[in-house]
């Protein structure tokens, strides 16, 4: 057809009513009044992909605050005083974080809400794809079952940890951070999370730029596959940065697992002050922590 | 080849005829692997030689008309393009999901096509009475080259049954319906507005539904681009959901 096409912009034009070679199916339009599809299911699917990349851009810049322990005791009770407007205000207010919390909530139930229109809604669905799956061998078919699963599992496990988080957003911390995760038992569902979040966000990313065709360089194919490396570079980064950090927060609630409840005051020059040596820091009992 | 001895290989076919009520089963056949033998040269031999009741579906041999699309070792892809040097010595051929069986490795592929066709209206409209006597308006080569990248589609079905959305939703318009938009989006002798291609893929079957699998790209026998087009087609309608 569109051969023909080409060809009818350079050659004579052909004997008068003579039919071309290949008729073009046409139509006739006629006004017919229609209804008009609603836009809404564009509008929830541009939502669904605003609030994954702003839930993954949470998570890279979350990532990087709680690793701060790893510089010290003091780098990470900083930033959490930061979030809590030490520095602009005249006395820490956890409310503050609490309302950033109570927003990362939102956008994150908002997320789950949207993903689960792709959701299999029934067996006949759930096997069909899994059968599809198995069969076709295919990446990204088999990625998007992953990403699936851990959007799964982070119902239940970020839901977890933020709740404790807008419940009681005084309790970040060295001490308070590390007692929550040793001495409150969180360490096992901060493992999953760590996993489910830095995989389902890798993948998330990584399908954001192809659903909407952010392919950079003149070779598509060739952008996906940077893409998947960069993606599998994102996932093991993060995880082998939270791996280290959830670490470094175990060791030091098995330290600290006597005195769990004591909160944190900073030394200055990055050792705590409660074990600094002669040190006489009057510490703040708090009840044991099991939220968050 | 380079070995002297020609590879024996066994070709498992699911094989069924709905119509004389035999229920799906696997069949083994043994051929010898020629050189540059293709599945549809072994399944040519296998209904020679050995089982003339063996259905499936050819016309051109070379890859143009889409009617060999099985699914090979699991995945779709045209028996006449595919070369059994490529797989193991064990093959297994199904055939297509998705479309209505007709006997063994032959799928009616042509209903649904022209269902998607009648769906999406994929045909030029205009407002202006067709002359078919007139000489055709001139297009710029770089916009013909363009719009014949799309229309190289051949309806083989390999992207529908690759679609791991459409296995879930069957109502969803799949690759080559989308492809087809955006094909006559692409002509200048359509008169239709992207609003006017909002109503026929502005929903969760439509391009919304798509969830960017792209196991229709990577099937795809023409090598058509779909993952791009896909991608444009959302942006283009998102565009049209926020007016």
Same mark, same amino acid.
């Given at each position: ?26 139509? $006739? ?28 851009? =949470?998570?890279?810049?979350?990532? =990087? ?57 029934? =067996? ?34 970020? !839901? ?39 995989? $389902? ?35 093991? =980064? ?49 009840? !044991?922590?099991?939220?968050? | ?46 209904? %020679? ?6 259905? *499936? %579906? ?9 009617? @060999? ?22 093959? #297994? ?5 998705? *479309? ?13 096509? &022209?269902? #998607? ?13 067709? %002359? ?5 308006? &001139?297009?710029? /080569? ?15 079905? @390999? ?12 109502? *969803? ?20 507005? %992207? ?29 058509? /681009? ?5 991608? *444009?087609?959302?942006? &283009? ?7």
């Amino acid at each position: 057809m569109s051969r023909l096409l080409e060809r009818s912009a350079t050659l004579p034009p052909p004997i008068a009513r003579q039919a071309p070679e290949t008729p073009l199916a046409l139509t $006739h339009v006629t006004a017919h009044p229609r209804l008009r599809r609603s836009r809404w299911p564009a509008r929830l699917d541009l939502l669904q992909s605003a609030s994954g990349l702003f839930l993954a851009l =949470f998570l890279v810049a979350h990532m =990087f605050f709680v690793s701060s322990i790893l510089i010290s005791q003091d780098a990470f009770y900083t930033v959490a005083r930061f979030f809590e407007g030490a520095y602009f205000l005249a006395t820490p207010q956890p409310w503050i974080v609490s309302c950033v919390v109570g927003g990362v909530l939102a956008v994150f139930v908002l997320h789950a809400w949207l993903a689960l229109r792709k959701f299999p809604a029934s =067996f006949r669905q759930y096997q069909a794809f899994a059968e599809h799956r198995a069969r076709l061998r295919h990446d990204d078919t088999g990625l998007w079952w992953l990403q699936l699963w851990t959007g799964f599992a982070l119902f239940f496990l970020a !839901s977890i940890h933020l709740y404790g988080m807008l419940v009681h957003p005084e309790l970040i911390g060295p001490y308070e951070s590390a007692d929550r995760v040793w001495t409150g038992s969180m360490w096992p569902l901060y493992l999953l999370l760590l996993f489910a979040a830095e995989i $389902h966000g890798g993948i998330g990313l990584y399908r954001l730029a192809l659903k909407w065709g952010w392919l950079p360089g003149g070779n598509p194919d060739a952008a996906r596959r940077r893409l998947r490396r960069l993606k599998t570079a994102f996932s093991l =980064f993060f995880i082998g940065l939270g791996l280290v950090s959830l670490l470094a927060y175990v060791r030091l609630g098995i330290a600290h697992a006597e005195r769990a409840g004591e909160r944190y005051a900073p030394s200055g020059d990055g050792t705590p002050a409660t074990l600094a040596e002669g040190a006489a820091v009057t510490p703040v009992v708090v009840p !044991s922590r099991r939220g968050g | 080849m380079s070995t002297d001895t020609p590879r024996q290989l066994t070709l498992r076919i699911l094989r069924s005829s709905p119509g004389e009520g035999i229920a799906p089963h696997w069949q083994d056949f043994r051929v010898d692997e020629a050189e540059g033998m293709t599945l549809f040269i072994a399944l040519n031999e296998i209904r %020679d030689t050995l089982d003339p009741s063996l259905q *499936f %579906d050819f016309v051109c041999r070379a890859g143009i008309c889409g009617s @060999c699309g099985m699914l090979i070792d699991g995945r779709p892809g045209l028996a006449c393009r595919s070369l059994t040097r490529d797989f193991g010595p064990l093959i #297994t051929l199904a055939p297509l999901p998705v *479309f209505a069986l007709i006997g063994d490795l032959s799928v009616d592929t042509g209903s649904w096509m &022209r269902g #998607t066709a009648e769906r999406l209206e994929t045909w030029i409209h205009s407002q202006a009475e067709p %002359d078919l006597t007139a000489v055709e308006a &001139r297009m710029e /080569p770089e916009l013909a080259e363009a719009i014949y990248e799309l229309d190289r589609c051949i309806e083989c079905g @390999c992207c529908v049954a690759g679609c791991g959305t459409l296995r879930m939703r069957e109502d *969803f318009v799949g690759a080559v319906g989308l492809n087809k938009i955006a094909r006559f989006r692409l002509d200048p002798r359509d008169e239709r507005s %992207d609003e006017d291609y909002y109503e026929l893929i502005g929903d969760d079957s439509g391009v919304f539904g798509c969830m960017s699998l792209l196991g229709c790209h990577d099937v795809c026998p023409k090598g058509l /681009p779909l993952q791009t087009q896909i991608a *444009f087609l959302r942006r &283009r309608m998102v565009a049209v959901g926020l007016k």
